[in-house]
Nanobody, 113 residues
Framework: QVQLVESGGGLVQPGGSLRLSCVVS????????MGWYRQTPGKQRELVAD???????KYADSVKGRFTISRDNAKNTVYLQMNSLKPEDTAVYYC???????WGQGTQVTVSS
């Protein structure tokens, strides 16, 4: 089964930036649609962004213009560049493989002054 390992989370001040990475195992990465989701305790997990194998992207309205999802198929990695971070972005961020219906372990992002 595919393995997804996220990294890059941490504590950042409002207005700051973070880049999340998700390394996906196996040679099937190039055909996978990948997503970034986030979840706050007590709330439903919500879509942040996703990207198809061909590079088409989709973003939640709340992050448009601030976040960028990208992928590097040679490195089997998907990224989420997060700029102009707001306290409301605080959540656990999860990498997701649609093809395998498989989640990463999550990485905590905390935006606080």
């Amino acid at each position: 089964q595919v393995q997804l390992v996220e990294s890059g989370g941490g504590l950042v001040q409002p207005g700051g930036s973070l880049r999340l990475s998700c390394v996906v195992s196996g040679s099937m990465f190039s055909i996978l649609t990948m997503g970034w989701y986030r979840q706050t305790p007590g709330k439903q997990r919500e879509l942040v962004a996703d990207i198809t194998y061909g590079g088409s992207t989709k973003y939640a309205d709340s992050v448009k213009g601030r976040f960028t999802i990208s992928r590097d198929n040679a490195k089997n990695t998907v990224y989420l560049q997060m700029n102009s971070l707001k306290p409301e972005d605080t959540a656990v961020y999860y990498c997701y493989s649609y093809a395998y219906d498989y989640w990463g372990q999550g990485t905590q992002v905390t935006v606080s002054s």
